[in-house]
């Protein structure tokens, strides 16, 4: 499905510096698990740690630019589209019309780079919800504001 | 926060709603805080800091989140939606259309009473968890939130909330079972739950009885004595006593199917109302359901082996709203194809009838086998290698199943695109179809993992309010092709004002 890169808007290039420090935050208590295994289990040294570490650098290097590479949205035509994913790839399609509610939600490492989450809400039971992340806030705000707008034009 | 918006007429909950909100937690908080208390006066060597910990986070915790959380709550409303902002670090801004709410319900508690406050709660389509909640608001501005929408969607006669069997008027039957059919259907419902009841009871009541039935020496001797009489018998004693024995089986399990259909079915009937269909049904409890036409999200049919035989099809309907615990609707549980494809027809969504099938990938179903067959294979290796010859029929029959759905996968699944419908089938002597209207569909997600890219296939998944509609292994061109039809369809019709 590599045939559409061109149309997808790529999100916000913070957005990686997001998804490192989400990671790094994600492997801390692993790394304090390993150095207590070592100390506890009298291992020679480096034989826990090193290969945590080595996760760690991996989950936060070379992975979130991989994974933000594959990620992208597109408003075209009245359509929310967010395709994702390197190995599972998906390819997710909402119309406007058929959203419920939006949701702009920041966590507490989106909010220090000014980024947003978009959440938009459908009525079906599969895809209840569809998250975008690593929009800037102001996107964010854009997109539901668009969505809203669509909304109300439908209805009138 | 920045907001571009004019935030002047943001406002929070009412203040008082913090003392109903750190009262109810501690509540919740003061049962497991008085047995953690007891269990710490009970030991000897209890650190100091404990105690005043635990008075910490039972009693200054939950006014100080109470308080940070009415705080950092504030809502709008504004000129097109309902806007919530909440969270102290990680904020979460939620825009709720007047558009899309269905319903809006005050709510109170015990406590909340007390002060006067209601929780307020805006029902979307969305449904559940996701709606968006203010707790607590005073009574008066409740009423006023709820009379704000009400005004903004005055026009909307379908506001009107259709209760449960209150509706009078008599429709015009569309289907309906006598005595004879639905004793049929019984037939078809074959059931051995009974065993399990009596089980069950006799579990229950065994405490009079002489007998135990979790007594291996209890069963041992019935075995041994009645083992003897059968011996004695000869062979076509034992034959005819085996075919007894399996026919009663087959007698008990169609009285109790039966009677279970007698009880659910009897005087089935199904009417066409002027909103939607009305379906009465139930031997002791009668049920009385109306279902509002335009909630109708998909029609689903089914039918078994024998019955498709005989010409039997059943017939559901798929919506948000649930029927007893099922989340479709039964309009016509045992019927011939016309009068389901009349009932269909009925509820603007017509079954396929001259369409053209088309299949799934086969590539997709060869490689689900080639997948899951080594595991099994595995399996069976093993048990074998132990010379444990009767574990080993398990992972044995795991291989058979796999080779024979993987095998057959491809002719049981088979879909079809009209011009205002999509369908889906599954299943080779007993087929199950759903039928869709394009525009009812709510999102389309296409999902491929790194072995469905490289063989050319994808999952496609819609979005149904109420149920799923599937489609595995699809060549991907095709996957397409349904998705930017469905989404076409979409775009000229809003109909997502109506799954309610």
Redesign the interface.
Same mark, same amino acid.
């Given at each position: 499905m590599n045939d559409t890169p061109e149309d997808l808007t790529p999100l916000d290039p913070r957005h990686v510096t997001v998804l490192r420090i989400e990671a790094l935050l994600a492997m801390v208590p692993i790394l304090i698990g390993a150095v207590i295994a070592e100390l506890a289990a009298n291992l020679p040294t480096g034989v826990v740690i090193v290969p945590a570490l080595l996760l760690t650098a991996l989950f936060t290097f070379p992975l979130p630019k991989r994974r933000y590479r594959r990620k992208g949205y597109s408003t075209a035509m009245d359509r929310l589209r967010f395709v994702k994913g390197w190995l599972q790839r998906s390819d997710t399609v909402v119309p406007f019309g058929r959203v419920q509610h939006i949701d702009v939600k920041q966590g507490l490492v989106e909010r220090w780079f000014g980024l947003a989450t978009l959440v938009v809400h459908t009525a079906g039971t599969h895809n209840a919800s569809v998250s975008v992340p690593g929009l800037s806030r102001e996107t964010a705000v854009e997109v539901r504001e668009a969505i809203a707008a669509r909304i109300r034009r439908d209805t009138m | 926060m920045s907001?571009?918006l004019p935030t002047d007429d943001f406002r929070r909950t009412d203040s008082i709603g913090v003392v109903v909100g750190a009262l109810s937690d501690l509540r919740k908080a003061i049962i497991p805080g008085i047995a953690v208390l007891v269990g710490l006066a009970t030991r000897d060597n209890v650190p100091m800091v404990a105690i005043p910990l635990l008075i910490v986070a039972l009693f200054v915790l939950p006014p100080v989140t109470a308080f940070a959380k009415w705080w950092f709550r504030r809502y709008r409303t504004g000129p097109? +939606?309902i806007r919530v902002e909440s969270?102290v670090? *990680?904020?979460? *801004?939620? /825009?709720?259309?007047y558009?899309?709410i269905q319903d809006v319900s005050l709510s109170e508690t015990l406590l909340s009473r007390l002060f006067g406050l209601v929780e307020v709660r805006f029902e979307?389509?969305?449904?559940g968890k996701?709606d968006?909640t203010l707790a607590y608001l005073t009574k008066e501005e409740g009423a006023r939130l709820r009379d704000l929408v009400r005004a903004q969607r005055d026009d909307d006669v379908e506001f009107a909330p259709v209760a449960q069997g209150e509706v009078e008027v008599e429709g015009t039957p569309v289907f309906a079972m006598d005595l004879k059919r639905v004793l049929l259907s019984g037939i078809f419902s074959f059931s051995l739950v009974i065993f399990a009841v009596l089980f069950a009871v006799i579990d229950q009541i065994d405490f009079l009885l002489p007998i135990s039935i979790w007594d291996g020496d209890f069963w041992k001797s019935l075995f041994s004595e009645q083992g003897e009489r059968i011996r004695t018998l000869g062979r076509i004693g034992q034959v005819g006593g085996a075919i007894v024995a399996v026919m009663s089986v087959i007698v008990i399990g169609m009285v109790s199917g039966v009677a279970k259909t007698l009880l659910r079915d009897y005087g089935f009937r199904l009417d066409r109302t002027e909103k939607g269909f009305r379906r009465r049904r139930g031997l002791f409890t009668r049920t009385d359901v109306v279902m509002p036409r335009h909630r109708v999200q998909a029609v689903a049919t089914e039918t078994g082996v024998i019955r498709r035989l005989l010409g039997w099809h059943s017939l559901s309907f798929i919506s948000?709203a649930s029927d007893g615990g099922k989340a479709s609707h039964d309009v016509a549980p045992f019927a011939r194809w016309d009068e389901i494809a009349g009932i269909a027809r009925e509820a603007g969504i017509p079954l396929p009838e001259q369409v053209q099938w088309r299949r799934t990938s086969r590539a997709y179903w060869i490689d689900r086998a080639i997948i899951l067959l080594p595991i099994a294979l595995a399996a069976l290796a093993v048990t074998i290698w132990m010379e444990r010859w009767l574990p080993a029929l398990i992972p044995s029959a795991l291989v058979l199943l796999i080779v024979f759905s993987s095998s057959t996968g491809y002719l049981r699944h088979r879909h079809a695109l009209e011009p205002d419908r999509i369908h889906a089938r599954a299943g080779l002597l007993s087929p199950r179809t759903m039928t869709a209207p394009r525009v009812r569909?709510? /999102?389309?997600?296409?999902?491929?993992?790194?072995i469905a890219?490289l063989r050319g296939y994808?999952t496609l998944?819609?979005?149904?309010?109420?149920?799923?509609?599937?489609f595995r292994g699809l060549p991907?061109e095709e996957a397409r092709i349904l998705?930017d039809a469905v989404?076409q369809s979409? +775009?000229v019709v +809003?109909y /997502?004002?109506l799954?309610r």
């Amino acid at each position: 499905m590599n045939d559409t890169p061109e149309d997808l808007t790529p999100l916000d290039p913070r957005h990686v510096t997001v998804l490192r420090i989400e990671a790094l935050l994600a492997m801390v208590p692993i790394l304090i698990g390993a150095v207590i295994a070592e100390l506890a289990a009298n291992l020679p040294t480096g034989v826990v740690i090193v290969p945590a570490l080595l996760l760690t650098a991996l989950f936060t290097f070379p992975l979130p630019k991989r994974r933000y590479r594959r990620k992208g949205y597109s408003t075209a035509m009245d359509r929310l589209r967010f395709v994702k994913g390197w190995l599972q790839r998906s390819d997710t399609v909402v119309p406007f019309g058929r959203v419920q509610h939006i949701d702009v939600k920041q966590g507490l490492v989106e909010r220090w780079f000014g980024l947003a989450t978009l959440v938009v809400h459908t009525a079906g039971t599969h895809n209840a919800s569809v998250s975008v992340p690593g929009l800037s806030r102001e996107t964010a705000v854009e997109v539901r504001e668009a969505i809203a707008a669509r909304i109300r034009r439908d209805t009138m | 926060m920045s907001d571009p918006l004019p935030t002047d007429d943001f406002r929070r909950t009412d203040s008082i709603g913090v003392v109903v909100g750190a009262l109810s937690d501690l509540r919740k908080a003061i049962i497991p805080g008085i047995a953690v208390l007891v269990g710490l006066a009970t030991r000897d060597n209890v650190p100091m800091v404990a105690i005043p910990l635990l008075i910490v986070a039972l009693f200054v915790l939950p006014p100080v989140t109470a308080f940070a959380k009415w705080w950092f709550r504030r809502y709008r409303t504004g000129p097109e +939606d309902i806007r919530v902002e909440s969270g102290v670090l *990680a904020r979460e *801004a939620r /825009s709720v259309p007047y558009e899309r709410i269905q319903d809006v319900s005050l709510s109170e508690t015990l406590l909340s009473r007390l002060f006067g406050l209601v929780e307020v709660r805006f029902e979307t389509g969305a449904g559940g968890k996701d709606d968006l909640t203010l707790a607590y608001l005073t009574k008066e501005e409740g009423a006023r939130l709820r009379d704000l929408v009400r005004a903004q969607r005055d026009d909307d006669v379908e506001f009107a909330p259709v209760a449960q069997g209150e509706v009078e008027v008599e429709g015009t039957p569309v289907f309906a079972m006598d005595l004879k059919r639905v004793l049929l259907s019984g037939i078809f419902s074959f059931s051995l739950v009974i065993f399990a009841v009596l089980f069950a009871v006799i579990d229950q009541i065994d405490f009079l009885l002489p007998i135990s039935i979790w007594d291996g020496d209890f069963w041992k001797s019935l075995f041994s004595e009645q083992g003897e009489r059968i011996r004695t018998l000869g062979r076509i004693g034992q034959v005819g006593g085996a075919i007894v024995a399996v026919m009663s089986v087959i007698v008990i399990g169609m009285v109790s199917g039966v009677a279970k259909t007698l009880l659910r079915d009897y005087g089935f009937r199904l009417d066409r109302t002027e909103k939607g269909f009305r379906r009465r049904r139930g031997l002791f409890t009668r049920t009385d359901v109306v279902m509002p036409r335009h909630r109708v999200q998909a029609v689903a049919t089914e039918t078994g082996v024998i019955r498709r035989l005989l010409g039997w099809h059943s017939l559901s309907f798929i919506s948000l709203a649930s029927d007893g615990g099922k989340a479709s609707h039964d309009v016509a549980p045992f019927a011939r194809w016309d009068e389901i494809a009349g009932i269909a027809r009925e509820a603007g969504i017509p079954l396929p009838e001259q369409v053209q099938w088309r299949r799934t990938s086969r590539a997709y179903w060869i490689d689900r086998a080639i997948i899951l067959l080594p595991i099994a294979l595995a399996a069976l290796a093993v048990t074998i290698w132990m010379e444990r010859w009767l574990p080993a029929l398990i992972p044995s029959a795991l291989v058979l199943l796999i080779v024979f759905s993987s095998s057959t996968g491809y002719l049981r699944h088979r879909h079809a695109l009209e011009p205002d419908r999509i369908h889906a089938r599954a299943g080779l002597l007993s087929p199950r179809t759903m039928t869709a209207p394009r525009v009812r569909l709510q /999102s389309a997600q296409i999902v491929q993992g790194p072995i469905a890219r490289l063989r050319g296939y994808a999952t496609l998944h819609f979005g149904l309010a109420g149920g799923v509609l599937l489609f595995r292994g699809l060549p991907v061109e095709e996957a397409r092709i349904l998705r930017d039809a469905v989404l076409q369809s979409i +775009d000229v019709v +809003d109909y /997502s004002a109506l799954p309610r």
